[in-house]
């Protein structure tokens, strides 16, 4: 893996751990039954639906493939997979 490699995955999981950390700040926000892309441990853009999401953040000249893109789910929500 090249540096800029580890450093994509590094950004990403530092997001996705933020994401996780401050869900209960995130739904309090309004963004509840929404896409969120969190950059740089901030939200970038939302949308209620991905492809809503993906094309904002291309015509903000975001490369949605290297953004952490994730659903806000209502508090309580349980997901089973």
């Known amino acids: 893996m090249t540096n800029q490699e580890l ?6 999981e530092q997001d996705s751990e933020w994401f996780h950390n401050n869900n209960k700040e995130i739904i309090k926000r309004g963004f509840v039954n929404k ?6 441990k901030k939200i970038i853009s939302s949308g209620k639906n991905l492809d ?18 994730e659903f ?9 997979l």
């Open 7 to 12: 450093t994509l995955l590094k950004n990403f």
């Open 35 to 40: 896409f969120v892309a969190v950059k740089d």
């Open 52 to 69: 809503e999401l993906i094309k904002i953040l291309e015509e903000k000249g975001e490369n949605p493939s290297y953004i952490f893109i």
């Open 72 to 80: 806000v789910y209502p508090e309580g929500f349980t997901l089973i």
